[in-house]
């Protein structure tokens, strides 16, 4: 799975990439919230693969639920503090563009879709293992 990990977070700054080169973001209103979807599973995966590498003994399913989408929830809190330094100083002028972000809601927004690609995998991981 580490590999995936490697693979899958550079598709997924790949995609962003594109997406500010072609200003996507304006042009497909729900690209961010896609992505940040994909962030969430993303994070909730690396922790999933953490987790298990280091074999922090033998948890809940509700306690693995819990840390998973906690460590996805700083991930994407790290984010847009990143995203707001990243974004509004510095890849506007590159894109000579002003999309700056949206505010509050934006943020807000962001950080619900992290949560919710954090759960599904998750979930998903812990139904597989069931069967």
């Known amino acids: 799975m580490g590999k995936a990990l490697i693979l899958g977070f550079f598709l997924i700054q790949g995609l962003n990439f594109l997406a500010?080169?072609?200003g996507w973001y304006i042009l497909l209103p729900w690209y961010d919230s896609a992505l940040h979807f994909l962030g969430g599973v993303w994070?909730?995966?690396l922790f999933v693969w953490f987790f298990n590498s280091?074999?922090?003994?033998?948890?809940?399913?509700?306690?693995?639920?819990?840390?998973?989408?906690?460590?996805?929830?700083l991930i994407g809190v790290i984010w847009e503090f990143a995203e707001f330094t990243f974004l509004n100083r510095?890849?506007?002028?590159?894109?000579q563009t002003?999309?700056?972000?949206?505010?509050?809601?934006?943020?807000?927004t962001d950080l619900l879709f992290d949560l919710l690609g954090?759960?599904?995998?998750?979930i998903a991981y812990l139904k597989s293992r069931k069967n």
């Open 20 to 22: 500010l080169a072609n």
């Open 43 to 45: 994070a909730s995966a």
């Open 54 to 73: 280091k074999r922090i003994g033998n948890q809940t399913r509700p306690v693995l639920i819990i840390f998973a989408i906690s460590f996805t929830a």
């Open 90 to 95: 510095w890849m506007a002028a590159i894109f």
């Open 98 to 108: 002003n999309e700056t972000g949206g505010g509050l809601a934006d943020t807000l």
């Open 118 to 122: 954090g759960g599904f995998f998750v």
